[in-house]
């Protein structure tokens, strides 16, 4: 008699290859059809509210009021809010700051932060331990605000533009992550141009910062969106309405319904809609974001994903 088991017999043959997971499994039409609806939709949810900002932006007063609010079709478009906010009144004024301030807190962030990740990342360089456990320990405890503020005022900072840049300059994450895309270039790269004489500047800025563009500009995009969106410290350290950057005229026009300086006139003639200026300002604090983020989009997964990993 034979003898039954419970065991499930494996008709597999050497030459077949053994069964796959699902997930491993190619993508069937079906699959790839939902996936598809799902992307459109995503897309869909994103770009129709900057749809009805832009749309809003561009209509006139009497667009807006039949309307009921906000604009979805376009109709009798106009620049004359763009024109009015940037015609040299306050709001150009605080675009002027945003962009300076971007500029030079970004240049200083990442000179500050580059510096100091190429050290951490030499194994040999002086106390490198003592340095990134303090830093790590800055992630984790904070002074809290009000020590914050009156170092700030301590040093004379408040009223002054470095209020709006010091405070916020050095990220320990993105010190992290280039640290961690400096530990993977070749040593023997390194040793081979300290043996021909090259010194750790040169070697920095001739051989690790050509190598590492795409996680630099990763992290460089990071400290100008966070420069370009900040209105906290602006909020918190000044106190002359002229030093006010672009976020914080946003904050006064849409949050507490005050029109910029320049403005208010022809909005309460009725030559311009108050919502199509607000619309105006989101879109003028959007763009620079908008237009750069494509262009470094393509570095992000091996700036971020290496620089990580490795770390």
Known sequence: MTAVTDEPVNRSRWWQSPP????????TRADLAGKGVVLALACLAVLFPLWIVVVTSLSSRRTIDEAGGLVV?????????????LGGGQVTRAAVISVLVTLTGTLFSMTVSVLCAYGLSRSGSLGHRWILMTLLATMFFSAGLIPTYLLVQTLGLTDTYLALILPSAVSVFNIL??????MGISPELVDSARIDGAGDLRILWQIVVPLSRAVIAVITLFYAVGYWSAWFNASLYLNDQDMMPLQNVMIQLVQKQ????????AIKTGRLSGLAVQMAVMVLALLPVAVLSPFIQKHFRKGMLTGAVKG
């Not at 992550?177 to 400096?182: D, H, P, Q, S």
């Open 20 to 27: 796959r997971p699902t997930w491993e499994e190619p993508p």
């Open 258 to 265: 005050e029109a910029p300086v320049g403005l208010g006139q």
């Open 177 to 182: 992550v280039l640290r961690g895309f400096f």
């Open 73 to 85: 079709v376009p109709q009798d478009i106009t620049f004359i809010a763009y024109r009015e906010l």
